[in-house]
C-alpha cells in the first residue's frame, strides 16, 4: 500500500492511526487540526485545510484502510468499540470537568504557580470512571519545590491528592509534570509529548503561558501540523482576586532568604526521596527531578501508544515511519 499512497494519504492515514493507537478515533475537524505533516512522509511543507483532507480521507475509506462510524475516523485493525467507548466517555469527561473546575480554582492560591492546565485523559476527553486529573503546570524558576509542596498541601486539604498509595485515584489532582518559567523547552522530545502538548487545556492562565510554551516548543512542528495553536474549547477559570492577593502575599514572604532556605530545603529532602523510589528507575517510564523540571511517568503510556501504533503502520507497509519514544527507561 506504501507505493501506492501520495505523502498527505500517508499523512492522513498516519494520523488516524496514531490516534487509534490511543483508543481515540477522531472527527474529520480534530484529524485536521492534529494531523502528523506531510513533510514526515516525504512530502513538501504545506497546511492543508479540511477541505484537502475530506476527499484523501474518503479514498483511505474506500479502500479499506480507514473505517468511519458516527462522525469518526479510525484505522482498521483498531477496536470496532472505539466509537462507542468515545461517545461514553465524552460524557464522562463532560463531568469529571464540572467536579474538577470548583477544586482547581484553588490552586490559583498556591505561590509561584503561573499556569495549570489539563492534560492526558482529561484534556484529550477520554476519561474513565477511575481517572485521576491530571495537570501540567509551570512555577516561577528558582522555586519548583516550593511550588509542587503547596500544591500537594493545598490539594490534600481538598481531599483531592493522588499519591503513590493509590491505585486509582478518581477525582483526585495528580501533578505528574511541572516545569519552570525558564525550562518551557521540553527536552524529551517524541510524536507522543508533542501531541500530548498540543492537547494541553489551560485552566488558569493569567500571564499567558501557553502561548509562551508553544513559541518554546516549535520542535513540535515536526510531529504536529497545528502544534498547541489553543483553538479547542476554553476552559479557563476567572482569576480570583482574594486568591491572587494571597498568593502574592506569600510570594513577598518567600521572595527573601527565608524562601531560598526553604527551597534548599525542600529540593534537597525531595530530590532524595524521589532518588531512593524504586519507580524511579523502573523500565517503561522517565522520573525527572531537577531545579527545571519535575516529571512523574513511572509507567509510561507512551511505549504502549507507540507500539499500537507502529503495528498499525506496518499492516499497510509503512514501518519505516514507526517513531521512536523520547527516552523512556529500558529494561
Known sequence: MLWAMESLERSVYATAAYYSALRWPLTLAELTEHLIPPTRFGGTSITPSI?????????????????????????????????????RRHNANAHAWKRMLPSARFLQVVPYVRMVAASGSLALGSTGPQSDWDVFVVVQAGRLYTARTFLMLVAALMGRLRTKRHRTAPDMFCFNHIVTTGGLAIRHRSIFV???????????????????????????????????????????????????LIRRCAEVIFDTFVGDALEYVLRVWQQRRIQRDPATRAPGGRVVADDRELEFHPRSFESTVLARYRVLLARVGMERYAERDSGLTKK
Open 194 to 244: 508533542a501531541h500530548a502538548l498540543a492537547w494541553l487545556v489551560p485552566i488558569y492562565d493569567p500571564q499567558r503561558y501557553a502561548a509562551r510554551l508553544r513559541d518554546a516548543n516549535q520542535w513540535t512542528a515536526d510531529t504536529i501540523i497545528r502544534p498547541g495553536d489553543l483553538s479547542f474549547e476554553r476552559r479557563a477559570l476567572r482569576e480570583s482576586r482574594v486568591l491572587a
Open 51 to 87: 477541505g484537502d483532507i475530506a476527499p484523501v480521507l474518503d479514498r483511505l475509506i474506500a479502500s479499506g484502510v480507514v473505517m468511519t462510524g458516527d462522525g469518526l475516523a479510525w484505522t482498521a485493525g483498531a477496536l470496532n468499540d472505539s466509537v462507542r467507548e468515545r461517545v
